[in-house]
């Protein structure tokens, strides 16, 4: 089990161990414009990266926690 505290983070994790495995054809079209986008800094939003995530056997919560 891995934990990471930000989406950023566990997505560059994700294109680094996870999507650089996945056979070629998989890679096409969705995944290779959000590895694109977030490589080159061109700008992927939180939603996409956790529902790419989610598809790849990711569970993403939100924690906000406020103390006084």
Do not use: C, Q
Not at 9 to 33: C, I, M, Q, R, S
């Amino acid at each position: 089990m891995k934990t990471f505290t930000t989406i950023e983070e566990a997505f560059g994790w994700f294109l680094d161990n996870v999507y650089k495995n996945l056979p070629a054809e998989e890679k096409k079209g969705e995944l290779t414009n959000a590895w694109r986008n977030y490589t080159h800094k061109l700008g992927i939003s939180p939603k996409k990266m956790a529902a790419i995530l989610e598809r790849y056997g990711f569970e993403v919560k939100l924690l906000v926690t406020y103390k006084k």
